[in-house]
């Protein structure tokens, strides 16, 4: 091997320096709102961002959209600012830069500014969360922008790959088997009540949490609090729950007729495992090895022994439930089959047989490593703090973290391959040519194919 | 440890190599982290008739080895250390960067070091096809097969000259990509990969000495490059004289308007004026094009402003909206440029100006927290300007803008006499159809 002539040549590594998460204080003010501050002092800049208990899982059936639209909602319209243009110039002047959205399991709200006008900003921030206005006017614009991003999603394959795919993915009855967003049907039918309902259940400090990260002392971040969330009321809301049952039990094609399309989006796979799963950390591992890495099995096989794609990668997507497990890529069309075929080959090889000891070592020394490059900002260690919230991580995950993915093994990797990855129940979707891809689709003996319109 | 920016400069320090590299090291210990960046002064512009993407195609042979490195064995070996990694191309430089920790500077700065110096003996035809096709798969997935994709081609094209060195795709033709040959290759690294041609910056979780003599060690014996072929004349007159404009019939759902304007170059100093203005046109939701075509209006469901940020000949100011599902493409247009007429007749506000900094201040700051984003940056204005330490004025700059020399700017280049509008509007057939339920449901 090459490898080894130029070994002497190729630098040895230092001795590692120590790394640990930031320090993070929680404290609790008497409405029930948890505080978590992390002190990090090199910028003077602070993100603080609030955690509440309203996401898309939360959505009522046939109002889905409802969790999106009222989290877009909060920043067009407080009792104290109800202009939305006149709140975002607030914020803006401030050079506050804050978001709101929904994931599946939590609303978040975020905003990053310069601490010499963090006070002003966090008052806004308050003003927003707490005393909500819903405008009309707001409420029927971001409406009308959904239901345009729906109609964008027809021509645009990626986000449309990746809607089909949980729709085919699971049961008719999950929320995840409809757009975080909601459909066509649904945002057109949310009103103004279900809104301020939702906001009205789900948005309560015993459920929220507020976390700073940045130059910033805890004392004085409960000082704001206090002041600015101490009128806040509500107790928790139950945690919001949806089924993750599969959409059918064994495997099959669905094409999404895109005519003439010069490359498929293919997303093969199924529902994976929950969030707090105790297979987490070798499932973490087995996925880097499969197709989480520039390395994986699947990205150096489809890219770069065979060309077909410009990057293939698969992951678990972690949610309170059973998230999907997905691999994702796109490729010429006329490989659509043989590429997925080596999707499938992969994944099978993965249950077949223990990885290398060299695979191991670098998927754990990856995820080792790079563990301090990803909270190199606020807003990152913010956001990190944001999970351990919501998934209820216990109290020295982060400081756990390394030295479990370092712990985990061969036999391991196997064992989670063979428990999580389930061949025969993979669902492909494919958002391609029908004409070019369904005879060597149906060739290669997959499963039943069928065709659909993309009615996202 | 602790504070190490609060007054938001960073520590910068620079060497020249004899071979011509140039180094800035910037240190800050918070973290166990360091961040290696080099960019070399190549990109699409450079490129000879007949081989457009060729700059980016070479880009990923930088991943395929060299001498002491396997293929694809860059990417496992800073992966292994605990690192990230990757590369780009642009119109006018490529860069390459590695975030590892601190304790594998001297894997990455060898990796970068080898192929430098030595990457064609790990060239083969192979890897050549192989990575044409990869690179032919990004070109349908990012460009053919994705809604508005030309107009990353489509735009320069339009705004620059036929014969100008910006004027062509930089992803490349696919027949442009099939006649690429080892021995371009070969020319391409010659020419322009040589430390001359380069500069490296390292910032983050290091000892200044040893990573002098690390870069010293490594780099230090790689030689010197021969004279490099001049570009063609980059200058171009400030504005275009007049509004171009090219619609284009596509497989989308809304039309979309792309409205450039020739702008002054980047680290110029209206430049600053031009980027404060796009902030006011176009940056957040609290932008003067928000306000007016999305929420007031709703003639857009989403509009931005940018800069391209080119240091040479002429940079461009864009401003990108999307039209709301009952407008069409000409209402869109109109709407844009009463929006931009207003601003030319009207100038900016104190307000706005506040606003536009503020959020600049913000952004600039939060992204100097990353070290492969100071350390990319340190390149740049190494590349640009000739002086890193330019890095720490920016903010200076933004602030001292004026709101009379952002008008004076709108004045001189947001005219009708200087805009290239590329507009996409849905082919026959693709759009309406929601915007038809909508109105089936509103009339029942």
Known sequence: ?456 | MGMQFRDMRIPIETFRLPNGLFVTLSEDHTAPIVAVNLWYHVGSANERAGRTGFAHLFEHMLFQGSENVGANEHFELIQRAGGTLNGSTWLDRTNYFETVPSNQLAVALWLEADRMARLLPAMTQQKLDTQRDVVKNERRWSVDNQPYGTWWEKLPALAYPTEHPFHHSLIGSMEDLSAASLDDVAGFFRTYYVPDNAALSIAGDFDPDEARSLVERHFGPIPRGGPRPPLPPMDVPATFGTTLRQVVADEVMLPRIFLAFRSPVFGSREYYAASVCSAVLGMRKGSRLHRALVREQQAAAEVHAFTFDLPKGSDLLVIDATARPDVSGEALERAVFEEVDRLVAGGVTPEEMDRAVALIQTEFVSAMQSAGDRADKLSMFATYLGDPRLVNEQLDRYREVSASRVNAFARERLTAANRAVLLYVPREGEAGELALAGSAATSE
């Open chain 1, 1 to 456: 091997m090459k490898a080894d002539v130029a070994a002497g040549k190729r630098p040895a590594p230092g001795p590692p320096r120590e790394y640990r998460f930031p320090r993070f204080e929680r404290r609790r003010l008497d409405n029930g709102l948890t505080l978590l501050v992390a002190p990090v002092a090199k910028l003077p800049l602070a993100t603080a961002l609030m955690v509440v208990d309203g996401g898309a899982t939360a959505d009522a059936e046939g109002l889905e959209g409802a969790a999106t639209l009222t989290a877009q909602l909060l920043l067009e319209g407080s009792m104290a600012t109800p202009l939305g243009a006149e709140l975002t110039e607030k914020f803006e002047r401030l050079g506050a830069a804050v978001d709101a959205h929904a994931s599946w399991d939590a609303a978040i709200v975020r905003m990053t500014a310069m601490t010499d006008r963090l006070e002003p900003a966090m008052a806004l921030f308050a003003e927003v969360l707490t005393t909500p206005a819903f405008p009309p006017r707001e409420i029927e614009r971001l409406r009308a922008e959904r239901l345009a991003e729906l109609l964008q999603l027809r021509a645009e394959p990626r986000g449309l790959a990746d809607e089909m795919f949980e729709r085919f993915t699971y049961d008719a009855a999950s929320r995840y088997a409809r757009p975080d967003g909601g459909t066509e049907a649904t945002v057109r039918s949310i009103t103004r009540e279900d809104i301020a309902g939702f906001y009205e259940r789900r948005y309560r400090p015993g459920g929220a949490t507020l976390i700073v990260a940045g130059d910033v002392s805890v004392d004085h971040v409960e000082r704001l609090a206090r002041s600015m969330f101490g009128d806040w009321t509500g107790g928790a809301p139950a945690v919001a729950l949806t089924t993750d049952a599969p959409a059918r039990p064994s495997r099959a094609v669905h094409v999404v007729a895109k005519e003439g399309a010069p490359q498929s989006e293919i997303r093969i796979g199924h529902p994976g495992v929950p969030r707090m799963h105790p297979d987490y950390f070798p499932i973490v591992v087995m996925n880097a090895v499969l197709g989480g890495l520039f390395s994986s099995r699947i990205n150096l096989n489809l890219r770069e022994a065979h060309g077909y794609t410009y990057g293939a990668f698969s992951e678990f997507d972690w949610r309170r439930q059973a998230g999907p497990f997905v691999v994702s890529t796109a490729v010429k069309s006329d490989v659509t089959a043989a590429a997925a075929g080596e999707i499938l080959l992969e994944i099978d090889r993965m249950r077949a047989e223990e990885i290398g000891e060299e695979e191991l070592s670098l998927a754990t020394s990856y995820l080792d490593g790079v563990f301090p490059i990803r909270f190199e900002t606020t807003a990152s260690i913010a956001s990190a703090l944001a999970s351990f919230i919501v998934y209820g991580l216990p109290d020295d995950y982060f400081d756990t973290y390394r030295a479990k993915i370092r712990a985990v093994t061969r036999g391991d990797v196997l064992e989670a391959a063979r428990a999580h990855l389930h061949p025969d129940a993979l669902q492909m979707i494919i958002v391609g040519d029908p004409e070019s891809t369904m005879a060597p689709l149906e060739a290669m003996g997959f499963g039943p194919v069928a065709v659909h319109a993309a009615d996202v």
